[in-house]
């Protein structure tokens, strides 16, 4: 079809925002019933079948178990350009929603059931996918792997934070799990005869720390014990830990991760025991966000009354790792954070679980709803923006690796 005329557009656009802003009760409350159920990765049963039934219930009819996730959900509607918008909904143990993932849920919701009324006037189409496990196992690249980006143009969700952005500063990411093997004994009447596996992994420990010395202060190596042996007087034979590994870039993670093994393994041999390793799933890829999607979103957040800042200009910023990586790498897209909480409140902490039902979260849903879904009616008719961000996403050269 061809481009509708301006004042068509903003009609449309005014239309949306209001219908919108008429679900805002039940968004907020989809929000709050998602917080006070956490679920971790890939055990979200509560929050999908919400998202399916309420999506479904305000217009927009979608499925639960699709794309080789059990729960994953997706849905199309209209034709043409397609618009994938993206909710996430897992939770952390031990702090339940403190990166906000409720936030994103509803906001995702609420953004596609407006662009769904505006669809067939735009000629434009939308996949709407709920994305379980962004934190730990990859929920988005498995869902890509069954064909959840098949006929996707561009992808977009929002992010809860403390400040209103761009972007995250999303550097890739492979979990590891590490398991050292020793041999047990008497702590007091034989030691001698024992091998210690915890030695072996506190000296690993201790081989990152020092390495953390001299990689780029872009990189970041985390880890945990998760078992360090059973009574003090029995040398432990067994002792495990958990690490993240991050670098700027799936290639440089992959020097990276050399290195720390290195690091890990060298423990082993210096306590005479043995050390296995384990790569968790799919490495989480850098965020490649496109520059004109993103613009198109800073306008339409600004119209919401949200000023939004490029934090690789300068000044705040949010570093971690996401799935949304590797989506950006397969297809245009943007991971744009929205203001949830005071300034300086750090996420994945209680303190952000509490601000993640605040009212200033409930007034995220709506704005992240409305500025997701004002950007993708731009995408569906501007020809010229859907060139330019075509055209940024192939000077970006993305890995298309990434699954």
């Not at 994953?72 to 909904?89: A, L």
């Not at 196992?137 to 992010?159: E, R, S, Y």
């Not at 953390?212 to 880890?223: A, D, K, S, W, Y």
Request: glycine residues 10%; negative net charge; contains cysteine.
């Amino acid at each position: 079809m061809g481009e509708l005329g301006e004042s068509t557009v903003l009609a449309i656009k005014e239309r949306v925002r209001e219908h919108i802003e008429s679900i805002a009760p039940v968004l907020v409350e989809t929000s709050h019933a998602i917080h006070a159920r956490p679920e971790l990765n890939f055990e979200e049963k509560f929050a999908s079948e919400t998202l399916v039934r309420t999506s479904t219930t305000l217009g927009f009819p979608v499925e639960l178990g699709l794309y080789g996730s059990v729960t994953g959900f997706g849905g199309d509607t209209g034709t043409g350009p397609t618009v994938c918008i993206m909710s996430e909904y897992d939770a952390l143990p031990g702090i339940g929603h403190g990166c906000g993932h409720n936030v994103i849920a509803a906001a995702g919701l609420g953004a596609a059931v407006g662009l769904a009324i505006a669809a067939s006037e735009c000629g434009g189409r939308i996949r709407y996918l709920g994305t379980p496990a962004e934190e730990g196992g990859g929920g988005k690249i498995v869902m890509a792997n069954n064909g959840a980006l098949d006929g996707v143009d561009v992808a977009m969700m929002v992010h809860s934070a403390d400040a209103d952005l761009t972007t995250i500063d999303a550097i890739a990411l492979q979990q590891l799990v590490v398991e050292y093997h020793g041999r047990e004994s008497h702590a007091a009447a034989a030691p001698q005869m024992g091998r210690n596996a915890l030695d072996a992994a506190v000296l690993g420990y201790m081989g990152v720390a020092a390495l953390r010395q001299h990689i780029l202060p872009t990189e970041r190596v985390h880890g945990i014990f998760t078992r360090a042996g059973e009574k003090p007087n029995i040398v432990p034979r067994d002792a495990s830990m958990e690490w993240y590994v991050r670098s700027d870039t799936i290639t440089s993670l992959g020097e990276l991760k050399e290195r720390v093994l290195a690091a890990l393994s060298a423990g082993a041999h210096a306590c005479g025991c043995t050390m296995d390793h384990r790569w968790v799933g799919h490495p989480y890829a850098d965020m490649v966000t496109n520059e004109h999607l993103s613009a198109a979103y800073a306008l339409n957040a600004l119209s919401t009354g949200r000023h939004v800042t490029d934090p690789r200009s300068g000044g705040h910023r949010v570093v971690g790792s996401t799935d949304m990586g590797n989506v950006s790498h397969l297809v245009p897209s943007i991971h744009p954070m929205i203001a949830c909480a005071p300034r300086g409140t750090a996420i994945h902490t209680s303190d952000f679980a509490r601000h993640a039902v605040s009212a200033s979260a409930d007034r995220a849903v709506i704005d992240g709803a409305i500025s997701m879904a004002l950007t993708g009616i731009d995408f569906w008719v501007s020809e010229r923006l859907r060139h330019d961000i075509a055209e940024d996403f192939r000077i970006a050269n993305p890995d298309r690796a990434v699954l």
